[in-house]
């Protein structure tokens, strides 16, 4: 069989490396792919967002499954559209991709479904966004553009003047375009994040291994949010008891919920949680694996992937056995480029990949690189994601870490204390 991965990150690189291992695969396409996707698969020089091209490719090559890693093309449909065309693939349709595309989508949905939440008010211009900030008594809140800002549409605000200005950056000065057109206000909730994700065939619902993401750009969570400086897997704050709990009572209402307004989801629920004092909230929805937690979990995951989502895609989840896992953790090290999240230079040539592959237990999966001539260079703002396998997290962190160590370009950055939350939960040392 054939495959397409569509997308260019680092969650894309993961995919192409995972379903490339697969005895039912024997090409993995991707479009348009980066550098290291070219290593582990083949490149397709056709943009995510071009529908009618990726199309017509599929049908050319005769694709058995097309897997669709980011978001905006969910948004914008493209599975109505292969599917229409008789092709399998894994991903949301138009209608469930809401989940992720609107947050005051979302939000209906977990009201109809009685999902725990932060509660929140939707705002559709500047003056009544305002007017409410105004009128309530100086408290911590969080601002969010309703629609697609590539993970940096919220703000964290702890006092009035800061919801202000955010709003305004929404509404007036438009930072985020048509996303922050619409905008929600919703409490703040204490805790710490997790990143819950499952594989959904419509009816039936397989939650992977727990994550958890860095979204702060610097450490100890300071600084602005950034689309994931890093993540580990397993996140030992998740129980299984406290699994059960989030199954029960918030993957499986939303499902039915969106069934029971005639929206079959099928694909990745990716629920990004808040662990409060109260049980776990949720922060938001997206409708696809998350980067950069796709790459410790299928890092750890021992079954078939192509299989898995091949299921999926045919709605069939319900007749495979359980997932197996391995039982080392995983941890990914996002590496970026001087100036992300903000402003940062592209083409800047990358050294020292032989020398992170020579170390055991790891691979660095790219996310923003490409090709020129004979030598990968950076072209985005989170670069490479350093992933090791460990007998413990922090041994994980420290071969991570020891690979991030062999790989230089100018500029080059990270995070130091990427799954530090998981040591602390465990109560382990930092070194092993």
């Known amino acids: 069989m054939k495959v397409l991965v569509i997308g260019q990150g680092g969650r894309e690189h993961a995919l192409v490396w995972k379903l490339k ?45 097309t897997v669709v890693g980011p978001e905006v093309p969910l948004v914008n449909g493209l599975v109505d559209i292969f599917e229409a065309a008789g092709l399998k693939v894994f991903g949301p349709s138009k209608k469930a991709a809401q989940l ?19 509660e929140a008010k939707v705002f559709y211009n500047v003056d009544d966004a305002l007017h409410f900030i105004d009128e309530r008594e100086e408290i911590a809140l969080v601002v969010k553009a309703d629609g697609l800002a590539s993970g940096k549409g919220v703000t964290v605000c702890g006092n009035r003047h800061s919801a202000t200005r955010a709003i305004k950056e929404c509404f007036v000065d438009q930072v985020f375009g048509e996303a922050g057109q619409t905008v929600l206000i919703e409490e703040m909730v204490y805790g710490q994040e997790v990143s819950i994700l499952a594989i959904v065939d419509g009816q039936t619902i397989i939650p992977l291994e727990t994550s958890q993401d860095h979204k702060a ?7 602005p949010n950034t689309g994931g400086m890093g993540a580990y897997s397993p996140a030992p704050l998740v129980t299984p008891e406290l699994m059960d709990v989030i199954i029960d009572k918030i993957l499986v209402p939303t499902v039915h919920t969106l069934r029971r307004d005639g929206i079959k989801f099928r694909g990745i629920l990716y629920a990004g949680l808040m662990i409060t004092a109260q049980g776990p909230k949720v922060l938001e929805f997206n409708v696809r694996f998350g980067d950069p937690e796709a790459q410790p979990l299928l890092m750890r995951l021992k079954s078939d992937l192509a299989t898995v989502l091949l299921a999926a895609a045919e709605g069939k989840l319900a007749e495979l056995p359980p997932l197996e896992w391995t039982a080392e953790p995983a941890v990914c090290v996002v590496m970026a480029a001087e100036g992300y999240p903000g402003t940062y230079r592209k083409g800047l040539p990358i050294r020292g990949f032989a020398e992170a592959a020579a170390l055991p237990n790891v691979k660095v999966f790219h996310a923003g690189t490409t090709q020129h001539g004979d030598q990968i260079v950076t072209d985005g703002g989170r670069v490479l994601g350093v992933t090791a396998l460990g007998e413990s997290i922090p041994d994980a962190k420290r071969r991570a870490y020891e690979a991030v160590k062999c790989i230089r370009w100018d500029g080059a950055w990270c995070r130091k204390d990427i799954s530090d939350k998981a040591r602390k939960q465990l109560k382990e040392p930092a070194d092993e």
């Open 100 to 118: 992720e595309g609107s947050k005051a989508f979302a939000k209906e949905i977990m009201r109809k479904a009685n999902v725990p939440t932060a």
């Open 21 to 65: 291992q697969s005895p039912l695969v024997n090409e993995v396409y991707c479009a348009p792919g980066n550098a290291g996707t070219a290593l582990d698969g083949i490149n397709v020089d056709i943009s995510a967002t071009d529908t009618d091209r990726l199309l017509k490719f599929a049908q050319k090559e005769q694709i058995g499954l």
């Open 217 to 223: 750009a610097y450490d100890d969570d300071q600084g």
